[in-house]
């Protein structure tokens, strides 16, 4: 299982940014997608989470309204769209991937990319 995330980027605030997350090896169309951050001296936290069939999603509280996840189903791929970005959004997000959703919200989801780094400068 490989996943692969891009689109990360030295951005200002109040910018944008599309990640994006290539999966392969696993069975796409039964598994949920997550998405993780990890500031300097903090814990991985999660972010956004989608289920299988994208009828469900799980935003935290720190980025609702301005986080969107999405999955393209033709093409493996797992999106998050950030936008109005703040320097507290300063990280490196990490995708995840896991056949239960409830655990693709959690640090204990099953195949992990090796992330990409998001700097917001004020």
């Known amino acids: 299982v490989q996943l692969v995330e891009s689109g990360g980027g030295l951005v200002q605030e109040g910018d944008s940014l599309r990640l994006s997350c290539a999966a392969s090896?696993?069975?796409?169309?039964?598994?949920?997608m997550g998405w993780f951050r990890q500031a300097p001296w903090k814990e991985r936290e999660f972010v956004a989470a989608?289920?299988?069939?994208?009828?469900?999603?799980y935003i935290s509280d720190s980025v609702k309204g301005r986080f969107t996840i999405s999955r393209g189903n033709a093409k493996n791929t797992v999106f998050m769209q950030m936008n109005s970005l703040k320097p507290e959004d300063t990280a490196v997000y990490y995708c995840?991937?896991?056949?239960?959703?409830?655990?693709?919200?959690?640090?204990?989801?099953?195949?992990w990319g090796h992330g990409t780094r998001v700097t917001v400068s004020s």
């Open positions: 090896g696993l069975p796409w169309a039964t598994y949920a």
């Open positions: 995840a991937a896991d056949s239960s959703t409830a655990q693709a919200r959690t640090l204990e989801a099953s195949y």
């Open positions: 989608i289920s299988w069939n994208g009828d469900r999603i």
